[in-house]
């Protein structure tokens, strides 16, 4: 393990300088930041390479001792031109960011592999990796289509990132992760949520702000821990409701370093969930 990491969007209220200070109080060793919105008018935080506030976050970086995991959040639709992203991946490399994580919005899979691989193309350039996120609610919704977009992009530098929630949810199970090539694998999100999905129209709602802690809930975690490569990225993805960041960020670390310890949870000072 390359030491743990925590998603920007556990505590996405907060800008990436103050992330960074409270992941490292909390006892994580990388962030990931959300420098691209999702959607346009969606929070995120762009900051421009070789900017002022570039250079004073490359300052808080150093001096906390935390490194960027990931960049995101691109979405890749029928709209998409990788140009225009050529900026990000600028950034990104300026932090010392190691992958771009991106969506497949693109139901014609022949355009959006291409653009894909266009975007591996240009990442290389900057010495960034591009994983590539599924989700039940999007066209590249399940493990298998990521793994066909990568695989048929042919990138060296094209990855697949696994989130254990968007895993199960679509339908995935852990022997389905030993049966990719390890070489597509390279980072995990963790989090916890019953066994059980909830109804179709609390999908999206739940990953954005239901999950639970690992180990407070019922997917099989650590099965799929052993299934991944011992080398990938791991970070905590644990967005919630009613719980300030500061607080979730401590009970994210704390639960997961016990749970991957020791392999049982730890009780969180406050409750895992939790928006500021």
Known sequence: MKGLGVAHLTALQLAPARLVREAR???????GLR????????LAY??????????ELRAVLAGEGVRVADIEFVSLTAQTQVADYEALLAAGAELGAHSLTVSGDDDDFARLTG???ALCEMARGHGLRVDLEFMRWRPVA??????????GAAQGN????????HLFRSGGQVADIAAVDPRLLRAVQLCDAP???????????????????PGQGQLPLAQLLAALPEDLCISVEVPGAGVHAEQRLQAAAQVTQAWLRDGRPSPPATPATGQA
């Open 142 to 151: 399940n493990l298998h289509q990521a793994c066909a977009v990568v695989a």
């Open 25 to 31: 109080r909390a006892g994580f060793s990388a962030v």
């Open 195 to 213: 066994l059980r999905a909830p109804a179709d129209s609390l999908i999206i709602p739940e990953a954005r702000e239901g999950r639970l802690l």
């Open 35 to 42: 420098l691209h919105p999702v959607l346009p008018g969606a």
């Open 115 to 117: 653009n894909f691989a």
């Open 158 to 165: 094209a990855g697949v990132l696994v989130d254990a929630l």
């Open 46 to 55: 762009p900051v421009a390479a070789g900017s002022p506030a570039l250079r």
